[in-house]
């Protein structure tokens, strides 16, 4: 239960269309604690449907081939995405599937 929570914590706020739920639901009168138990419900139909029906990563073949008819170096894409420009290059030749973890910030 307490993964559900984080899920539902980071998802109210990143997704747009979750933060239309919130809404919603408010502007039904449901209390702050009935929406969060909405959305850990909604969140693990999402986690059910991926591990009953798990769907192919998708074919990455061609990212280096987009990102240069964009005209972004490596480095400029991988600051505009917040990662290590080697990430983006794992990635783009496809020796890296899963998301890589965000690059550190320095503070100062």
Known sequence: MECLRILRAGRTSAVKARAAAVAKRTAEGKSKRE???CLKR???R???RQITNPQAA???TNLRQLRTTLGRTITTAARELGQWPS???LLERGLLRSTPSPRPTVNG
Do not use: F, H, V
Request: proline residues 7%.
């Open 42 to 44: 909604y969140a693990a």
């Open 35 to 37: 929406i969060m138990r």
């Open 46 to 48: 999402e986690i059910y």
């Open 87 to 89: 990430k983006i290059s």
């Open 58 to 60: 998708p074919n990455n």
